[in-house]
């Protein structure tokens, strides 16, 4: 599994008040936590984890992007997920980064691919991609799928390998869509029948936007995106409950050969320890 550290955007209010205050320090302390808790998923694989990096401002967004990169890397190895809804916002500030991370993100809205694939079809830059187009996000399978099988093409007209791309198949609240879940998963599945090696990516809390006690439908949304082959997840790594449902779903669903990471992360008390019967 794939994480993608969450805590380091300005739309969370502790971080936000960091980037207002231009609190470096803060920064550090966010991607330091962060970094520790991902620090055996790291040490097993250099590519199992990102720290994402929003700004989240309307005002001098590369220079705040620069500052914050800046601070993460004085603390952390983690490679960096430059994060902006202006794609040439997210390729102005890709030099900061000392190493390749991932760019999120693109879709088929606008010119958002064609203003992205290009510049780093010849790096080793990863890359977020929504199926959401410019008429939104579609409202059924076949409609996500048409529009993936379009990302499809733009990534073979670039180059760029399925390895590289992390598909974001959109989630919506389930308060208001009581299908949220089950389109996802479906559009996850059928990805992966024909797509092995692309990966699957999504955030958690759109899921339970709206609906009371939201973590316990986070970890359900996690445990079933698994199953249905969702590889990366936007998560808090710090959050001890959805890290230990991480590695208990890749065990039971075949991904952690005799349950050695699952045993490993225990002992490494990423998640307490294992019940005493």
């Not at 805590?7 to 205050?21: E, H, L, V, Y």
């Not at 308060?175 to 998963?185: D, G, K, P």
Request: with cysteine; net charge negative; proline share 5%.
């Amino acid at each position: 599994m794939i994480i993608i550290g969450e805590k380091i955007n300005g739309s969370f209010p502790s971080a936000g008040r960091a980037i207002a205050a231009h609190d470096v320090e803060a920064i550090k302390h966010l991607a330091k936590i962060q970094s520790d808790a991902l620090a055996y998923m790291v040490d097993e694989d250099e590519d199992s984890a990102y720290l994402d990096c929003c700004a989240s401002v309307n005002v001098g967004e590369v220079e705040t992007l620069k500052w914050m990169i800046e601070a993460i890397q004085e603390v952390s190895d983690v490679k960096i997920c430059v994060d902006s809804p202006d794609p040439r916002v997210c390729l102005e500030a890709l030099p900061f980064c000392k190493t390749p991370g991932l760019l999120n993100s693109v879709s088929l809205e606008g010119d958002k691919i064609d203003v992205v694939f290009p510049e780093i079809a010849n790096t080793e830059w990863n890359v977020v991609a929504l199926l959401s187009g410019d008429d939104g996000i579609p409202q059924n399978v076949e409609k996500r799928m048409e529009n993936f099988n379009k990302l499809m093409d733009a990534t073979a007209k670039f180059g760029i390998k399925d390895s590289r791309v992390f598909v974001d198949p959109l989630v919506e609240g389930l308060a208001t869509n009581q299908e949220s879940f089950l389109t996802y998963a479906e559009v996850c599945r059928q990805i992966k029948k024909d797509h092995p090696t692309i990966h699957i990516t999504s955030g958690l809390s759109n899921i339970s936007y709206g609906l009371p006690v939201r973590k316990m439908l986070n970890m359900g949304f996690m445990c079933l995106s698994m199953q249905a082959g969702m590889d990366s997840a936007i998560v808090d790594p710090t959050n001890r409950d959805m890290m230990g449902i991480i590695y208990a779903t890749q065990a039971l669903i075949g991904e952690d050969d005799f349950c050695m990471e699952y045993i490993g992360a225990s002992r490494e008390n990423l998640f307490g320890p294992l019940p005493k019967n």
